[in-house]
């Protein structure tokens, strides 16, 4: 009798311990649940900004209206930024892009100055070859008709304007620029002031070198290196701060 107590006992004993896995598994259970929940609280402001990342990448601007690219040759604009906050700045920079787009096809120079829109704003790229010598920052005469027509173009909205100085791969030799990013800074200041000459505000005014960073094409031959040699003129999507 004792014998078979002893064995009842011991198969209650076990038959109870199943209670602390199951314990411990539910524990862990509820611990998971509440991290998911955590990690699933989302943060408004973040939210916003990664939808207008996503509406930037598929082409969209404020306001809900799609705006496709327009190029007039291998030129293209800049990679994107935070885009402007209402309509009104869509509308400006779609209707500045097209007049400067007339304006090339008066003059000709489809193959020397593209316009490309995007969420940042309308980027219009200049070749070298239509505003200086080789090398050079000063702006050819030529050069400076066309900056004064599209100047009076950009002065029709307030947005704010980039100057932006590229080159090629290329180093340089000599000179008072030393290098690449010295001649594309003040190739951008000099265009920059000559906009503000113009009658442009300068407070909406910034000039940027960027040297060879941000080629167009690969620096591989001599064709691709006259394209990436430019200069931009960035309508920005948003007005400049005061």
């Known amino acids: 009798m004792a014998g078979r107590r002893r064995k009842k006992n011991d198969s209650g004993g076990n038959g109870q311990a199943w209670l602390a896995t199951y314990g411990d598994m539910v524990t862990l259970l509820l611990t998971f649940f509440v991290f998911l929940f955590a990690f699933s609280t989302i943060d408004v402001q973040k939210f916003e900004k990664l939808l207008l990342s ?16 327009e190029t007039t040759n291998p030129f293209g604009g800049q990679p994107a930024r935070d885009a402007g906050t209402s309509s009104r700045q869509t509308q400006d ?6 007049r400067v ?10 193959s020397q100055i593209s316009v490309s829109v995007d969420q940042r ?14 090398g050079a920052v000063d702006v050819r ?13 950009l002065a029709e909205v307030p947005n704010a304007l980039s100057v932006e100085g590229h080159t ?6 000599g000179g008072p620029y030393r290098d690449n990013w010295g001649l594309s800074a ?9 906009l503000a000459q113009e009658g442009i505000d300068p407070v909406r005014l910034q000039a940027v070198g960027f040297g060879p960073t941000q080629p167009l094409v690969p620096n591989d031959t001599a ?16 007005y400049p701060r005061r």
């Not at 920079?93 to 097209?98: D, L, M, P, Q």
């Not at 090629?168 to 030799?173: A, F, N, Y």
């Not at 064709?223 to 948003?238: A, G, I, K, T, W």
Request: aromatic content about 4%; glycine content about 10%; hydrophobic content about 40%.
């Open 54 to 69: 996503f509406q930037g990448a598929l082409g969209v601007m404020p306001g809900g209206k799609a705006v496709e690219e």
């Open 93 to 98: 920079v779609r209707h500045i892009s097209e």
């Open 101 to 110: 787009i007339a304006l090339i096809r008066r003059e000709n120079l489809e």
């Open 121 to 134: 704003g309308v980027t219009i790229s200049l070749s070298e070859q239509v505003l200086y010598e080789t």
């Open 141 to 153: 005469p030529e050069g400076q008709r066309l900056i004064h027509k599209i100047g009076l173009l």
């Open 168 to 173: 090629d791969g290329v180093p340089l030799r």
């Open 186 to 194: 003040m190739r951008a200041a000099g265009i920059a002031s000559f």
């Open 223 to 238: 064709e691709h290196r006259r394209l990436n040699r430019r200069v931009d003129l960035v309508v920005l999507s948003q």
